[in-house]
């Protein structure tokens, strides 16, 4: 009989998959955090992109637009050419836009992402807005963390 024979034991097998699934979980944490990470500078980035558009409607218009997802687009000089989508799904797809007007401040706006949490994390107290959480948040009024 021959005895010399080619192959992987079962033990062996095992090991081998015990050994890729403790690397798998040790891998899949941290790029989900590296995830998180790049949604948040996004969602900085487009928050800022958003305010640069609202102010230079308020400059062509003389009022801040009544939503930020169609009247920035068609907007003239357009700044905005296209929907941002908020990574977190803020409003539907597209990122948070309130407007308003503040006693002893004027008319304000505040454009925010409300994070990973889904939760909104900022509130509009007198002249200032502030921020409990982790929302990306700007606005024209001052914005307290």
């Known amino acids: 009989m021959?005895?010399?024979?080619k192959g992987f034991t079962l033990i062996e097998l095992?090991?081998?998959m015990a050994v890729v699934a403790i690397?798998?979980?040790?891998?899949i944490p941290s790029y989900r955090g590296m995830q998180h990470e790049a949604w948040i500078a996004q969602a900085e980035k487009e928050v800022q992109t958003l305010q640069t558009g609202i102010e230079s409607y308020y400059r062509h218009h003389g009022d801040y637009p009544a939503d930020i997802s169609t009247v920035?687009?068609?907007a003239k000089p357009a700044i905005v050419t296209?929907?941002?989508k908020d990574p977190w799904k803020t409003s539907g797809k597209t990122y948070g836009y309130e407007k308003g007007d503040a006693a002893g401040f004027g008319p304000y706006?505040?454009?925010y992402s409300?994070?990973?949490n889904g939760d909104q994390d900022w509130s509009v107290v007198g002249t200032e807005v502030r921020v409990s959480g982790d929302d990306v948040v700007l606005s024209n009024l001052p914005v307290v963390k």
């Open 109 to 111: 706006y505040v454009v």
């Open 82 to 84: 296209s929907v941002l």
């Open 72 to 74: 920035l687009q068609s």
């Open 114 to 116: 409300k994070s990973i």
């Open 2 to 5: 021959d005895t010399n024979k």
């Open 14 to 16: 095992l090991i081998v």
């Open 23 to 27: 690397l798998v979980a040790i891998i």
